[in-house]
C-alpha cells in the first residue's frame, strides 16, 4: 500500500460528459502529479501541484483542469469527454523536496462509451 | 527530456538472477537514474535510483557505468512477483520550484518462468 488513495476505481461514461476524479496523498506529502496511461501513449504527465500551486504542466488537454486543495487532496476534472479519454489515470505524491521518489496511487480506470 | 533505451521485453527463470539493461547516452551530468516497475493491474512502484555509484537496496542492485552512459537493474533471484514492465527513467534534478515529473518511456516487460 504506497498511502495514496485515489477515488473511484472504475468509473464508465458517455461521450460528452464530465467527471472528477480524486486522490488523497499520503500523510506529509505537499506535492502531486497526476499521469494518464492509455494503450498507445503509454505513461504521460499531465500536471503537478504543489502545496495548492499549479507548479508543471505536460501533455495535459484544454479540456482538462486539476486542483489542489487546502487539505492536500487534489481532484482532476474531465469535461467534455471523448471516447479517446478512456485510459487509467494515476495519481502520485512526494514531499516536493528535491530527487524525492513519487509514491502512486492504484489509479482510476474511466471508460468513455 | 534526455531519453532512454530498453529491451522491449526479457524472460527469466524463477530464482535466477535478472539484469535489465538501459541505455541513457545523453544523460547531463545532473541526472539521476531512478527505475519503477508496474506490476499488472497497479500503479508505478519505485525501485532504485542513483547518480554515479552502484546502490543496493531490499528490492535490487543497480549498476552504473563509469561513463553514466548506460545502467543496469538487478534483480538478485527473480520470483513470479517481479513479473511487471521496468521503466528506467532520468531525473533531472529541478532549479528551485522546478518540476521533477517522471517521462516513462515504453520500459522492458519482464516475464518470470516458474
Known amino acids: 500500500d504506497s498511502g495514496v488513495t485515489q477515488t473511484p476505481k472504475h468509473l464508465i461514461t458517455a461521450t460528452g460528459q464530465r467527471v472528477t476524479l480524486r486522490c488523497s496523498p499520503r500523510?506529509?506529502?505537499?506535492?502531486v502529479y497526476w499521469y494518464q496511461q492509455s494503450l498507445d501513449q503509454g505513461l504521460q504527465f499531465l500536471i503537478q501541484?504543489?502545496?495548492?500551486?499549479?507548479?508543471a504542466k505536460g501533455n495535459i488537454l484544454e479540456r482538462f483542469s486539476a486542483q489542489q486543495f487546502p487539505d492536500l487532496h487534489s481532484e482532476l476534472n474531465l469535461s467534455s469527454l471523448e471516447l479517446g479519454d478512456s485510459a487509467l489515470y494515476f495519481c502520485?505524491?512526494?514531499?516536493?523536496?528535491?530527487?524525492?521518489?513519487?509514491?502512486f496511487g492504484a489509479g482510476t480506470r474511466l471508460s468513455v462509451l | 527530456d534526455a531519453k532512454t533505451t530498453q529491451p522491449n521485453s526479457m524472460e527469466s527463470n524463477e530464482e535466477e538472477p535478472v539484469h535489465l539493461p538501459c541505455n541513457h547516452s545523453?544523460?547531463?551530468?545532473?541526472?539521476?537514474i531512478h527505475w519503477y516497475r508496474q506490476l499488472p493491474s497497479q500503479g508505478p512502484e519505485y525501485v532504485i535510483h542513483?547518480?554515479?555509484s552502484n546502490v543496493n537496496n531490499r528490492m535490487a542492485s543497480l549498476a552504473i557505468a563509469e561513463d553514466r552512459k548506460s545502467s543496469t537493474l538487478i534483480l538478485h533471484r527473480a520470483t513470479l512477483r517481479d513479473a511487471a514492465v521496468y521503466y528506467c527513467?532520468?531525473?533531472?534534478?529541478?532549479?528551485?520550484?522546478?518540476?521533477?515529473?517522471?517521462?516513462f518511456g515504453k520500459g522492458t516487460k519482464l516475464t518470470v518462468n516458474p
Open positions: 502520485a505524491s512526494n514531499t516536493g523536496y528535491r530527487k524525492n521518489i513519487q509514491y
Open positions: 500523510s506529509g506529502d505537499l506535492s
Open positions: 501541484y504543489y502545496n495548492g500551486e499549479e507548479r
Open positions: 545523453t544523460i547531463s551530468g545532473t541526472d539521476y
Open positions: 542513483g547518480l554515479t
Open positions: 527513467i532520468l531525473l533531472t534534478v529541478p532549479t528551485q520550484g522546478g518540476s521533477e515529473k517522471l517521462v
